[in-house]
């Protein structure tokens, strides 16, 4: 991205070097909101039916209908009725309204001492509810408004403040482990309006983006449609985000394909044209549930130089059988490297000790480009790491062979542990000017003196770092000789 100035706070500044997160994660999805308050229930007093009540007199009925996500609506209107001793209430209907998978009953006014639930109404799916009602019973959540980010850090707050695709998502994305530090839960406006709400998540200081329940097909990976698909907008967030937006910006988008869907067709990869994106990852696999969000949790999860290869997704899916994998991955020989068709997948290696589920493979969606994540994240860690180091040195460091010298010892406080901690392998950092600087000003060419002169005139320093990242193993080719 565009290097620019950055703006810090001077209490934080007292900090250094800065370290931005290198896990949290953005959600964007709709919410489920409460079904409406319905019509009054149909109650009678009857004998004999679930023992009845124990005190005569006037009773008012009403109900909560609850989504598949636990969200109550609000009571409906009530119905009232008379008992005598010995006499119970029987709800019958109205039918459960769309949407709504359970309903719970509350009597809304009972004489004094009744402490006994309805009895009956199971056509209505009632539930034994105490009396009077708890208090906020049935009031619902306070949801989400569309498009105004929130950070949480429990999956119980995100379920119950976004019930839904979204609060399910976050949840999953907790559900890993190691999982996110942080999860921001971003509302779409009814559409819905992945474009709103991924203006609002640029703002954010994420490093990993998803969107809830949406899975890769012809339609939200189309760019070309207006508005493009979901799919296609994300890539393009991330893309956006990450070359024009603030330092320490940028980030990976994580979707997932289909429930058993591979992405190769006789065509070809879905994975094509702006969705082929080094800082896009696409997972295949045979889940009900949100892969997208648990894998966007697991790589939030590790630090940047982690391969994600091999790494658990705690999810419940089936498994690709070696044929289907060899589509997903392209052939691969003995002698070659991972293949790779910019598509992840879900495995369960039968070597690994125990049962789960893992990363079949750790690739960016662009093997033609920075062909793993690992790579992506750790150059974008290292850069704002520079960054964050050399920021201090602008408006300070003189253009000579000791300012320069010291912007060099600068970096290298950023690199050497790196270096030490197996980051990254080796580095060279290559300052032109400096190398200039150190010679004999005698022994210089007209050439060179101009250089030194613009240099300090337009007070500008070319600095270029060379960083040899190992990588972690991904193929073991092992011959067995016997003699």
Not at 41 to 49: C, E, L, N, R, W
Request: hydrophobic share 45%.
């Amino acid at each position: 991205m565009a290097v620019q100035y950055v703006r810090v706070n001077p209490v934080v500044d007292l900090f250094a070097p800065v370290i931005r997160g290198t896990g949290n994660l953005a959600i964007v999805g709709p919410v489920t909101p409460p079904i409406a308050a319905g019509a009054a229930p149909t109650v009678v007093a009857t004998a004999g039916v679930g023992g009845g009540f124990p005190v005569a007199g006037s009773y008012g009925v009403a109900y909560s209908e609850v989504t598949v996500d636990g969200v109550p609506s609000p009571l409906s209107a009530a119905a009232n009725v008379t008992l005598t001793a010995g006499q119970s209430i029987q709800v019958n209907g109205p039918a459960l309204a769309t949407g709504a998978v359970s309903r719970n009953f509350y009597l809304t006014t009972a004489p004094a001492g009744v402490a006994t639930g309805l009895a009956g109404a199971a056509t209505t799916q009632a539930a034994v509810i105490p009396t009077p009602p708890p208090s906020g019973a049935a009031a619902g959540p306070s949801l989400l408004t569309p498009n105004v980010p929130v950070a949480f850090t429990t999956a119980a707050d995100a379920l119950r403040q976004a019930p839904g695709a979204l609060g399910r998502a976050i949840a999953m994305a907790f559900q890993q482990t190691p999982g996110p530090p942080l999860v921001y839960g971003v509302r779409t406006a009814n559409g819905p309006d992945w474009a709103a709400a991924l203006d609002v998540v640029a703002t954010l200081n994420v490093q990993l983006v998803a969107l809830a329940n949406l899975p890769l097909d012809a339609n939200s990976g189309n760019a070309s449609t207006n508005p493009p698909g979901g799919i296609a907008q994300l890539s393009s967030h991330v893309t956006t985000v990450s070359n024009t937006g603030g330092d320490g910006q940028e980030r990976m988008g994580i979707a997932m394909l289909a429930k058993g869907a591979t992405g190769i067709t006789a065509g070809g990869s879905i994975v094509s044209g702006s969705l082929a994106n080094e800082r896009m990852v696409y997972v295949a696999h045979k889940s009900d549930e949100d892969v997208a969000a648990a894998v966007a949790g697991t790589i939030a999860g590790y630090p940047p130089n982690t391969s994600l290869l091999l790494k658990q997704v705690n999810v419940d899916s089936g498994l690709f059988s070696p044929a289907e994998i060899s589509a997903i991955n392209g052939t691969e020989t003995f002698d070659s490297g991972p293949a790779g068709q910019g598509i992840n997948w879900l495995a369960s290696p039968t070597l690994l000790p125990g049962h789960g589920v893992y990363m079949g493979e750790g690739y960016t969606g662009n093997p033609a480009g920075k062909k793993y994540i690992d790579i992506v994240r750790t150059v974008d860690d290292i850069s704002f790491r520079l960054k964050a180091q050399l920021i201090r040195s602008i408006g300070n460091v003189q253009i000579s062979r000791s300012g320069l010298r010291g912007l060099r010892v600068q970096m290298e406080a950023v690199l050497d542990p790196l270096v030490r901690s197996s980051e990254i392998d080796s580095y060279r950092i290559d300052i032109p000017i400096l190398d200039l600087l150190d010679l004999d000003p005698s022994a210089l060419s007209n050439s060179q003196l101009q250089q030194i002169h613009d240099a300090q005139a337009q007070r500008l320093v070319e600095v270029v770092l060379m960083v040899d990242y190992a990588g972690a193993i991904h193929r073991i080719a092992i011959t067995l000789q016997f003699q």
